[in-house]
């Protein structure tokens, strides 16, 4: 069984995902996993002065099932590249997730909307 959330694999009898509370299938599709990001439409989160920073963020949400990603350095969302020289980082959340992502950043870093480095993104700035 397999939670599709997560992706998590479980022994049979158990049938629901212990850390996100969903209930498990019995194979993993793009039909059934929160990853699929065929129809995702990424919108703009948060502008972090780090892409280190921005890579943690995106690795707290991605634990939690939030779909996201990094835009760090040159023009390409989805590059997995750190670059030292970058002024900063953008989170790129599923539309889907935007609320709960709002959510989670706020339980982690309260009400601030500028707890590490960087601000809130202008909706023009893309």
Request: charged share 25%; hydrophobic share 35%; aromatic share 8%.
């Amino acid at each position: 069984m397999f939670c599709p959330v997560c992706e998590s694999e479980y022994e049979p009898g158990i049938t629901r995902c212990p850390d996100d509370n969903s209930e498990l299938v019995a194979r993993l599709t793009s039909a059934n996993t929160a990853h699929d990001s065929s129809e995702a439409k990424w919108v703009p989160l948060h502008n972090l002065g780090s892409p280190v920073e921005a890579e943690m963020v995106n690795d707290i949400f991605t634990k939690n099932g939030i779909r996201s990603v990094v835009q760090s350095g040159g023009a390409d969302a989805f590059s997995p590249l750190l670059s030292s020289t970058s002024p900063g980082s953008i989170i790129l959340v599923d539309e889907r997730d935007f609320d709960r992502a709002k959510e989670l950043y706020a339980a982690f870093f309260g009400g601030d909307t500028t707890p590490l480095t960087g601000g809130e993104v202008d909706e023009n700035e893309e």
